[in-house]
């Protein structure tokens, strides 16, 4: 389904003289220019709906394949059930490497919207994700923990820190919702429907770029994939804004 425009609001201060500032109504942020977007819909849902060629091509293990389902006015992938005995089916849709998808020290904003079920949670299950933390770089989205809260992560290139900015709400309830990350210098958020739920500092040099592809849905499909196991819909990323 093709995503409404993203709106985050940003409360602006007017008239401070102590704490009792008042704020400004709401200020809408700038819509974001896709680098890359799927939309799952049409004849070739892994086509990356923007022009650039990011197309998405399934990696597989154990059976694992994805399905669509209906989502408002077009359609959602749907990933693998909940496994708790190997081999388990394994499934990762990615996308060649190529520099467009690497922000650098330029700002990042990436997301998707989800739909899990309480008992569709694991440690860690990954939405959206370029690069690794244990070698190179990485920006990521994924979903953390029995309570399904989001994260956000983001590795610099010469430093092996991980940088996490975890929600306080979780996502499992069995309903869509919209997810965000968004890096600008040194703050790192996640956002829960629109609304901030986390963030981090991270260092303002930090710098991804690496030869990885991107990654939908899981690491690969090898075994500790992280792999989703819920309903996807309206991935992207946008770099530079």
């Given at each position: 389904m093709r995503r409404a425009l993203l709106v985050a609001v940003a409360l602006v201060l007017v008239g401070a003289t102590g704490p009792s500032a008042q704020a400004s109504a709401p200020v809408p942020a700038p819509a974001p220019v896709f680098v890359v977007e799927y939309t799952f819909d049409g004849p070739s849902p892994l086509t990356d709906t923007t022009g650039h060629g990011h197309d998405l091509t399934p990696v597989s293990r154990h059976g694992g394949t994805y399905d669509t389902v209906a989502h408002g006015a077009g359609?959602?992938?749907?990933?693998?059930?909940?496994c708790h005995a190997e081999?388990?089916?394994?499934?990762?849709?990615?996308?060649?490497?190529?520099?467009d998808l690497d922000p650098g020290r330029r700002p990042i904003r990436w997301g998707a919207s989800v739909r899990l079920d309480p008992d569709e949670t694991t440690k860690g299950e990954n939405v959206l994700q370029k690069g690794y933390s244990a070698s190179g770089s990485q920006y990521?989205?994924?979903v953390d923990g029995v309570q399904g809260r989001p994260s956000c992560v983001m590795v610099d290139d010469r430093r092996p820190a991980i940088h996490v900015a975890l929600s306080t709400a979780s996502v499992s309830d069995g309903r869509w919702h919209t997810l965000e990350c968004r890096r600008a210098g040194s703050d790192l958020?996640?956002?829960v429907d629109g609304q901030r739920r986390g963030g981090t500092t991270i260092p303002a040099d930090l710098t991804v770029r690496n030869r990885i592809p991107l990654s939908v849905g899981g690491k690969g499909s090898f075994s500790n994939n992280d792999q989703f196991q819920g309903s996807l819909d309206d991935v992207w990323v946008s770099i530079g804004q």
């Open positions: 359609r959602a992938l749907t990933f693998p059930a909940p081999p388990c089916p394994r499934i990762a849709l990615r996308a060649v490497p190529e520099a990521k989205l994924q958020g996640v956002f």
